[in-house]
């Protein structure tokens, strides 16, 4: 087993194990293990990086188990909440998505 296989292996059995950090949320109508992570958020929010300051809401999940259609001002329904993308990116097969109130909802 090469790294990348190993951290892939290493986000379902560690991080984003239910047991441990990650809980169930209904994203897209999907149940999905995740971590809402608002202590990252709020230091992200500190550091003033672009984009970070408008959102309330940071999500960590497998990318695979998230739509593919991430772009920013699409919408996202986690846990029956429509919420903006704010920003969204992938590492190793985790995604970290930036979410915002809808505020004209």
Request: glycine share 6%; no cysteine; aromatic share 2%.
């Amino acid at each position: 087993m090469n790294f990348k296989d190993q951290i892939r292996k290493d986000l379902t059995s560690v991080f984003l194990n239910l047991g441990e950090f990650a809980e169930l949320h209904r994203i897209e109508g999907k149940q999905v293990a995740a971590v809402i992570d608002d202590d990252e958020l709020r230091e992200l929010k500190k550091g003033q990086i672009l984009d970070m300051t408008e959102a309330d809401m940071l999500i960590l999940a497998k990318a695979d188990d998230l739509p593919r259609d991430l772009d920013p001002g699409r919408l996202l329904n986690v846990d029956g909440r429509e919420m903006l993308i704010v920003k969204a990116g992938e590492d190793m097969g985790l995604a970290e998505v930036a979410l915002r109130q809808n505020r004209s909802a």
